[in-house]
């Protein structure tokens, strides 16, 4: 088992930053894959990125590559989105999420992007850009 906490987010302005953080409690939280999503309202929630246990390997939805970058520092157990260049279509709720890999992913070299993908969910934060 494993609880996410979200912070970070908030009202920023078109072109502005903002980092989000996903704080897990859970001494395995090292071997969990890791992933954002966002949902606007009357929308589906929708992959962000994504980051395999090791950090190895991560991945992007096309509409926030080269703009978002998922991290994650295990020794502190916390995974974070820093975003950049963000744009009023951004705005959304934004979740954490995590799931264990299969035992045989030893280098860490699994991500995963669909949302039924995940097991824990944080509890969302919003991130509203403005015009």
């Known amino acids: 088992q494993v609880q996410l906490v979200q912070s970070g987010g908030g009202l920023v302005q078109t072109g502005g930053s903002l980092r989000l953080s996903c704080g897990a409690s859970g001494r395995t939280f090292s071997r969990y894959a890791m992933g954002w999503f966002r949902q606007a309202p009357g929308k589906e929630r929708e992959f962000v990125a994504a980051?395999?246990?090791?950090?190895?390997?991560?991945a992007y939805a096309d509409s926030v590559k080269g703009r978002f970058t998922i991290s994650r520092d295990n020794a502190k157990n916390t995974v974070y989105l820093q975003m950049n260049s963000l744009k009023p279509e951004d705005t959304a709720a934004y979740y954490c999420?995590?799931?264990?890999?299969?035992?045989?992913?030893?280098?860490?070299?699994?991500?995963?992007?669909?949302?039924?993908?995940?097991?824990?969910w944080g509890q969302g934060t919003q991130v509203t850009v403005s015009s």
């Open positions: 980051s395999s246990w090791s950090g190895r390997n991560t």
């Open positions: 999420a995590a799931r264990q890999p299969p035992s045989t992913d030893y280098s860490g070299t699994s991500y995963y992007t669909t949302s039924a993908s995940y097991a824990y």
